[in-house]
C-alpha cells in the first residue's frame, strides 16, 4: 500500500474537525494516530508545519510531541542536536509571522518536554532561546557567550517574545517537577543552571508589566492595559511554578533559592494592581511553601492583606474577599505553627491585629449558605487553633506555674464561641424559604463543623462555656426568642458528652425554668426549636437517668411532639431511648403509658417507624417490671394493639395489596422492637445457680406456662403475615429480624422462640422467597446461638434444617444460578459443623453427597463468593481433621475421606490460574491444611496437575513437567510456613497465568463445571 501523501494527510485532519458519521472519525483518527507513531513521524511533522492552516498545524506540533514522548530517549547525539534546531526554528518562525498563538504554545511545552529528555544535552535554554529570538535565526547553545548577558538582552526583545519565554518557563518546572526518577539528578543540575535566568526573565517580565498598568497617560495605558495585564499573569504563573519545582528540588539550594526569592519584591505588587490569579498564586505559596518566603516576606503580605486596599476587598464579603481570605488565614497559620499567635498575644501587635482581624471577619452580616462565604472557613482556622491550645495545655504538668498565655488564649476560645453562636442560629422563615437544597446543606454542615468545634472549646473552658449556654437559653425563653433557644439547645447538645454529675445543678437551674413545659404549650414555637429540644431528650439521658423528677414534664412534650410530622420519628426515636434508660423508675406508671399510646394511635403521625419506637419504650418499662407474670400481662396488652395491625392485613380487602403490606410491616417491626426492648441489658446480673438458667421454676414460664401463649402468638404473627405477604421482601427481612431478637437471650423469655418455629419459618422458603440470602443468614445465626444446646429437640431441627438447605441447592442447580443463595447454603452448612458435626451423623449418605459435592461445584465456580464461601467451609473441615482434640475428629476424617480427593482437585484447579489473585488467599488455607493433614496429598496433587488441559497443550519447551514437579515439591516443603507457602502458590498461579496467554484462548485451564448454567 502506498504512503499517504501530505495532501492526503491534510485533508485526513481536515476530517477530524467536521460532523460526520462518528464511525468514521475514529478510524481517521486512528490512522492519524499511527501514522504520528510511525518512522515517517518526524518527517510528517515538519511537513504539517508548512500548512497555512492553523488546525494543520497544530497538528504537526502535536505530532512532534507524540513521536517526542514515543522515541525522545532513543535519539543520538545528532539527531537529538538536529531536532532541537527544528524545534526552535518553528518557534521562532511562529512568532514572527503572528500565526496561530495556539500553536506556538504547544512548540513552547514541546521544547520543555525536549529539555527534560535523558537524551538532551541542552542546558542554557533560556538564554539561548533569548538569544535566538533576539537574533531572529536559531543560535547553537555554544554560541550564546558572544551576545549580551541575559539581564542585558531582554529589555532589547518585544513583549510577544517575552511572553513565549515566559510560556516556555512554566511548561519547563511543571514538566521537570513530574519527571521520572530515572532520569532525575543530570535533569536537575541542568535546571539548576537556568535561575540566574528564570530570575532575570521574572523581573523583566514584571517590571515591563507593571511599568504599563500604572502608566499615568490614561489613553496610551487604555491601548495597552490588556497586554501589560497578559505579561503580569502569565509571568505570576511561571514563577509559582517555579516556586513549586524548588520546594521539591532547591531545599539545599541556597542560591538556587536565593535568585527565586529575589523576585519576590517586584511581584507583590501585582496583588494591589489586580492581576489575575494573583492573590491565588500568593495564597498558594503561604498555604503549601511558607518556607520559601523570608519571614520579612511573609510579613510583606500580611501587610497588604492590612492595607486599606486589602481591608476593602475583606468587607465586600464576595468571591474575591474569599480569595483574600487564603493569604490572611495562611499568615495566621504561619503564626500559630510558631506558637507566637498564642503565646504572644497581648504582647506582639501583629498577633493582636491577626486575632482581631479572625474575631471581625465572624462578624459580617448575612447567613452562612446564602451569603456569607467568610465564616465557614475563619471557623475552620479556629477549630484548628483551638485543637492546638488543647495540645499544648495538655503538655503543662499540675505542679508546672501556669503561663501568662492560658488564660487571654482561653479568653480568645470563648469569644470565638459567643461569635459562631450568632452564626448558627437559624435564619427567620422568611429567609429560608428562598433557598435551595445547595444553601440549606451548607448551612447545616457548617453548624455540624461548629458544633465540633464548641465540644473542643468545652473541653478547654468547662463551666464558664456551660454556664454561657444555659443563661442565652434562659434569657431567650424569657423573650419568647425561640429561635435563639434553638441555637442555645444546639449548643448545648453539642457539649452534652462532656457533661457529667458535677455539671447536673447548671442543668437543674435550665430545666427548672420548665423548659419542656414551654415546649409543651406554647403553639407558636418553630419546628426547629421542638426537634432541638427532642434531641435533647437523647443527649441528656444520663442526666434524667440521675434526675428522674424531670422524666415526667419530658414525656408529657415528646408525646406533644409526636402529634407533629416534623418531629414525630425524632421524638419517637427520643421517647424510645429515655423510657428504656428510666425503666425502672416508670414501672409504676404503665397504665399511663398505655392511654397515651391510645391518644397516639389517633395521630396522623402513627405509622410504621414511629409505632416501633413507642412500643419500644413502652416494651423496656414492661421488661423492668419484677415478675414473669406481670411481664405477660401488658406484654398481651401491646400485643392486642398489634393485632389491629395483622387483623387490618389480612382483611379481603388489603390481602395481597400494598396496603395490607403496609399494615402487615407494622405489625412485624412493632413485634422486632418489642422483642429488642426486652432483650437483657448489658448491665443485667444474670445468677448462674438461679432456677432461670436450670430449665426449672421460671424458666419453664414462656415455654410451658402461661407465657408460652405469647410465644405461640408471635409465631402465628409471622406464619400468617408472611403467607398472605410473603412476596414482600420487607415483610420476610422483618419475619428474621423478630425470630433475631430472641437469638441474643441467654434466659428463656417471649421471644426465644423454640427452635422448631425458626426452622419451620425458615424451611417454608424457597429460592424464588425475596430477600432469601438474608434469610439464610437468619439460619446461621439461629445455629451459632445454639452452640451449646445438645437437646435431641434441637438435632433435630438442625437435621431438618440440613435437609432444607439440600433442597435448596437441588432447585439452584448450580451455584451459578444465584450465588447469594449458594452462598447462604454454604454458610448453614459451615455452622452446623462447626457447632455440632454430630448433626451429619443421622443423616443417609445421599443427602451429605449431593450436599459437599454442591460445595465442590461451588469452589470451582466461577463466581468470587460462592468460591469463597465454600473454600472457607473446606478450610474450617480439613482444620476439624488435624485437631487431635476435638471429640469430632473423626466424622470430619470421614467427610475428608470420602470428598477430600475431588476437593482438592478443585483447590489444585483454581491455583492453576482460575482463581483471582485476592480469591487466592481463601484457596491457599484449605489446599495447606489438607496437605497437613492428608498422607495422599502429594499424589493427589500430582494427578490433578496432570490432568490439567493447559499442561496438556504445552509445547515441550515449556518444561511443564519440572513447573509441576518444583510447585508440588515446594508446595510439601512449605506447608507449615504460611509465608512461604503462599509465594510459592502465587508464583507458580502467576505461571500458569502467564501460560496460558501464551498459549491463546483454545488452551482453558480447566473448563467449567458441566452442571453450569450456560
Known amino acids: 500500500m502506498a504512503e499517504p501523501t501530505v495532501a492526503e494527510i491534510e485533508a485526513r485532519i481536515n476530517m477530524l474537525y467536521q460532523m460526520g458519521n462518528p464511525q468514521v472519525i475514529k478510524e481517521t483518527d486512528a490512522f492519524l494516530t499511527t501514522l504520528q507513531r510511525s518512522e515517517r513521524g518526524w518527517e510528517i511533522a515538519d511537513a504539517l508545519m508548512h500548512s497555512e492552516d492553523d488546525k494543520v498545524q497544530y497538528y504537526g506540533a ?177 514563577y509559582v511554578s517555579w516556586v513549586f519545582y524548588a520546594q521539591q528540588e532547591f531545599k539545599n539550594s541556597t542560591e538556587s533559592l536565593k535568585n527565586l526569592r529575589t523576585v519576590f519584591d517586584m511581584a507583590v505588587p501585582c496583588l494591589e494592581l489586580d492581576v489575575d490569579d494573583a492573590m491565588d498564586i500568593f495564597a498558594d505559596i503561604l498555604d503549601n511553601y511558607p518556607k520559601f518566603l523570608l519571614p520579612e516576606q511573609q510579613r510583606k503580605l500580611w501587610e497588604c492583606c492590612m492595607s486599606p486596599w486589602g481591608i476593602e476587598i475583606l468587607n465586600q464579603n464576595d468571591d474575591t474577599s474569599v480569595t483574600l481570605l487564603r493569604m490572611v488565614i495562611a499568615y495566621c497559620q504561619i503564626l500559630l505553627n510558631s ?47 483551638i485543637s492546638t491550645l488543647d495540645d499544648e495545655m495538655f503538655k503543662i504538668k499540675a505542679t508546672d506555674v501556669k503561663p501568662a498565655w492560658v488564660d487571654i488564649a482561653k ?200 409505632k416501633g419506637k413507642v412500643m419500644e419504650g413502652i416494651a423496656a418499662i414492661i421488661e423492668a417490671l419484677p415478675s414473669d407474670a406481670e411481664k405477660a400481662t401488658r406484654l398481651q396488652q401491646l400485643f392486642q394493639y398489634i393485632s389491629m395491625d395483622a387483623q387490618n392485613a389480612i382483611t379481603p380487602e388489603h390481602a395481597g395489596t400494598e396496603t395490607g403490606a403496609v399494615f402487615a410491616l407494622a405489625a412485624l417491626q412493632c413485634l422486632t422492637s418489642i422483642g429488642k426492648a426486652l432483650q437483657a441489658q448489658d448491665d443485667a446480673v444474670i445468677d448462674l445457680e438461679s432456677e432461670g438458667l436450670s430449665g426449672k421454676g421460671s424458666s419453664s414460664f414462656w415455654t410451658e406456662g402461661p407465657g408460652s401463649v405469647l410465644q405461640s402468638q408471635i409465631f402465628q404473627f409471622i406464619q400468617v403475615l408472611t403467607q398472605i405477604h410473603g412476596k414482600e421482601g420487607d415483610i420476610i427481612e422483618e419475619a428474621c429480624s423478630i425470630f433475631r431478637t430472641g437469638y441474643k437471650e441467654s434466659v428463656p423469655g417471649p421471644f426465644l422462640l423454640p427452635p422448631k418455629a425458626t426452622v419451620d419459618f425458615v424451611a417454608s422458603t424457597d429460592v424464588n422467597t425475596p430477600r432469601l440470602p438474608f434469610v439464610l ?67 443417609s449418605s445421599e443427602i451429605l453427597q449431593a450436599m459437599f459435592q454442591f460445595s465442590i461445584e461451588c469452589v470451582l465456580s466461577p463466581d468470587v463468593l460462592p468460591k469463597r464461601a465454600a473454600a472457607e467451609l473446606w478450610n474450617d473441615i480439613f482444620a476439624l481433621a488435624l485437631d487431635m482434640r476435638h471429640p469430632q475428629q473423626s466424622i470430619a476424617q470421614q467427610i475428608v475421606s470420602h470428598f477430600g480427593r475431588p476437593v482438592t482437585r478443585a483447590l489444585v484447579f483454581n491455583v492453576c490460574g482460575e482463581a483471582d489473585t485476592s480469591s487466592l488467599d481463601y484457596i491457599m488455607p484449605p489446599l ?19 490432568k490439567l488441559p493447559l499442561f496438556a497443550r504445552a509445547p515441550e519447551h515449556f518444561e511443564v513437567q519440572k513447573i509441576m514437579r518444583m510447585f508440588t515439591e515446594g508446595l510439601m516443603r512449605n506447608a507449615r510456613q504460611f509465608s512461604a507457602f503462599k509465594v510459592t502458590v502465587k508464583d507458580f498461579s502467576q505461571k500458569c497465568r502467564k501460560m496460558a496467554v501464551q498459549l491463546g484462548p483454545d488452551a482453558p485451564y480447566l473448563g467449567i463445571s458441566p452442571n453450569a448454567p450456560q
Not at 206 to 223: S, Y
Not at 373 to 382: G, H, K, Q, R
Not at 928 to 946: D, F, G, N, V, Y
Open 777 to 843: 443468614d437468619t439460619a446461621c445465626i439461629f445455629v451459632r446461638s445454639h452452640k451449646c444446646d445438645k437437646s435431641l429437640s434441637f438435632h433435630e431441627q438442625a437435621q431438618l434444617l440440613l435437609r432444607y438447605v439440600l433442597k435448596l441447592m437441588q432447585q439452584l442447580g448450580h451455584p451459578s444460578t444465584d450465588p447469594e443463595v449458594s452462598v447462604g447454603c454454604i454458610e448453614v452448612v459451615q455452622r452446623i459443623i462447626n457447632t455440632n458435626a454430630d448433626i451429619l451423623n443421622g443423616e
Open 928 to 946: 495447606r491444611k489438607m496437605i497437613q493433614s492428608q498422607p495422599w496429598a502429594r499424589t493427589e496433587i500430582t494427578e490433578a496437575l496432570s
Open 339 to 385: 506558637g507566637r499567635l498564642y503565646k504572644e498575644a497581648g504582647q506582639d501587635i501583629i498577633c493582636d491585629q491577626a486575632l482581631g482581624t479572625l474575631h471581625n471577619l465572624l462578624k459580617y452580616e448575612g447567613y452562612v449558605g446564602e451569603s456569607d462565604e467568610i465564616a465557614p472557613p475563619v471557623a475552620d482556622f479556629w477549630s484548628v487553633y
Open 411 to 610: 479568653a480568645h476560645t470563648f469569644l470565638v464561641v459567643t461569635e459562631l453562636f450568632h452564626k448558627i442560629r437559624i435564619p427567620p422563615p422568611e429567609v429560608t424559604k428562598e433557598w435551595d437544597s445547595e444553601s440549606r446543606s451548607r448551612f447545616k454542615s457548617f453548624r455540624m463543623d461548629v458544633r465540633d468545634l464548641f465540644q473542643s472549646a468545652y473541653e478547654q473552658i468547662r463551666e464558664p462555656l456551660l454556664d454561657h449556654f444555659v443563661k442565652v437559653i434562659q434569657s431567650a425563653l424569657a423573650e419568647k426568642a425561640w429561635l435563639q433557644v434553638e441555637a442555645g439547645l444546639f449548643c448545648l447538645n453539642s457539649i452534652a458528652e462532656e457533661l457529667d454529675a458535677d455539671t447536673d445543678l447548671q442543668i437543674r437551674t435550665l430545666l427548672g425554668t420548665s423548659l419542656f413545659d414551654h415546649m409543651t404549650a406554647a403553639e407558636d414555637i418553630p419546628a426547629a426549636t421542638r426537634r432541638s429540644a427532642v434531641e435533647m431528650v437523647s443527649h441528656f439521658t444520663e442526666f434524667f437517668l440521675r434526675n428522674m423528677d424531670f422524666v415526667a414534664p419530658v414525656l408529657r412534650f415528646l408525646v406533644t411532639a409526636l402529634a407533629q410530622p416534623a418531629l414525630a420519628n425524632s421524638a419517637a426515636k427520643s421517647f424510645a431511648s429515655l423510657c428504656s434508660s428510666c425503666r425502672k423508675a416508670l414501672t409504676g406508671e404503665l397504665g399511663s403509658f398505655f392511654d397515651m399510646y391510645q391518644q397516639f394511635l389517633g395521630y396522623q403521625t402513627a405509622e410504621v417507624h414511629t
Open 62 to 238: 502535536l505530532t512532534f510531541t507524540v513521536k517526542l514522548n514515543q522515541d525522545g530517549d532513543k535519539l543520538d547525539e545528532n539527531q537529538s542536536s538536529l531536532l532541537l534546531s527544528t524545534l526552535m526554528s518553528w518557534l521562532l518562525r511562529l512568532e514572527k509571522t503572528s500565526q496561530s498563538k495556539v500553536v506556538a504554545t504547544k512548540f513552547c511545552s514541546t521544547l520543555a518536554n525536549y529539555f527534560c529528555k535523558p537524551t538532551s544535552s541542552w542546558t542554557k535554554c533560556l538564554h539561548t532561546l533569548a538569544c535566538s529570538f533576539y537574533k531572529g535565526t536559531q543560535v547553537p547553545e555554544e554560541s550564546i557567550d558572544k551576545f549580551l548577558s541575559i539581564w542585558e538582552l531582554l529589555p532589547a526583545l518585544t513583549d510577544g517574545q517575552i511572553y513565549y519565554l515566559l510560556l516556555f518557563a512554566m511548561d519547563l518546572a511543571e514538566t521537570a517537577k513530574n519527571s521520572s526518577q530515572q532520569q532525575h539528578e543530570a535533569l536537575h543540575k541542568r535546571m539548576a543552571s537556568n535561575t540566574v535566568d528564570i530570575e532575570a526573565l521574572l523581573h523583566e517580565a514584571l517590571r515591563r508589566g507593571q511599568e504599563v498598568v500604572c502608566m499615568r497617560d490614561e489613553i496610551a495605558r487604555e491601548g495597552m492595559q490588556e497586554a501589560g495585564q497578559k505579561i503580569l499573569t502569565q509571568a505570576l504563573k511561571t
